[in-house]
């Protein structure tokens, strides 16, 4: 599904267009929602196997966005 064009390419969270993003794309899920996966990833740790409290706060910030 592409970006509407109101939307960034370069978006931290989910833009695709940004190399150190996080490339999180956003469906339509419901009448009134939306839907992501994201798979976390190393870089993205605070203490070694766990995933780092602001990027978890980023994609809850993104997603009520």
């Not at 064009?5 to 150190?20: A, I, L, Q, T």
Request: net charge positive; with cysteine.
């Amino acid at each position: 599904m592409p970006l509407a064009k109101n939307k960034d390419s370069r978006c931290y969270v989910c833009g695709p267009d940004n190399p150190v993003g996080l490339q999180v794309p956003f469906r339509p899920h419901g009448e009134k929602g939306s839907q992501a996966r994201y798979m976390a990833r190393a870089e993205h740790a605070g203490w070694n196997g766990i995933l780092h409290g602001g990027i978890i706060f980023t994609l809850m910030d993104e997603a009520l966005g």
